[in-house]
């Protein structure tokens, strides 16, 4: 197996291509702490390894975050390790009825005509963008003008975030949807 890696915006996140399938169409899975990774046999080998602060499972690719404590030197050989480890032992990435997967923010019965545009911009527009730094923005509300996006993996902690927010997908909504006024970020849970 041949596992590549790419760096992300975050210096704190790498992206790691293991050249397979990770979470195909199931969506997303993002993990932020350990005990988080109980649904996830995958996260919770990654885990294991000492510095690691988050594991995003995306469609085919795997971003981790380390905390300060530990430099991509020495995590990197154990990270390409367990994942190596992991898809030789024949496991799942996710537990069966996991309810991990976080799907696309696709337009869901009961919402609004402007709540079902803003999704559909943010699926086309948005996520297969950020997918490529290692990341994920997930759609939570909209509110009083105000889009609230969850962001996740590369994204989270990301020291340019704020900018592809602000600039980026808050600039492309309001000219695609005049009623949204800011593009705001909310903390996974």
Request: with cysteine; charged share 25%; proline share 6%.
């Amino acid at each position: 197996m041949f596992i590549q890696t790419e760096p992300t915006p975050n210096p704190a996140t790498l992206k790691f291509l293991p050249g397979e399938e990770v979470m195909g169409r199931l969506g997303t899975a993002n993990f932020v702490k350990s005990d988080e990774a109980v649904k996830s046999p995958l996260a919770r080998k990654l885990f294991e390894v000492d510095g690691i602060a988050g594991v995003f499972l995306g469609g085919d690719f795997i971003t981790i975050t380390k905390d300060d404590s530990k430099d991509w030197q020495t995590l990197k050989p154990q990270i390409l390790g367990g994942i190596m480890e992991h898809y030789t032992s024949g496991q799942p990435v996710l537990d069966q009825n996991s309810d991990a997967a976080t799907g696309a923010s696709t337009a869901a019965e009961g919402d609004n005509e402007l709540v079902s545009q803003i999704k559909e911009l943010l699926d086309t527009r948005v996520r297969p963008a950020v997918a490529q730094d290692g990341g994920d923005i997930v759609f939570h509300k909209f509110e009083d003008g105000v889009v609230y996006l969850e962001m996740h993996g590369a994204c989270s902690g990301c020291p340019s975030s704020t900018a592809t927010l602000k600039m980026g997908i808050e600039n492309m909504l309001r000219y695609y949807v005049p009623e949204v006024q800011a593009v705001e970020p909310v903390m996974a849970d």
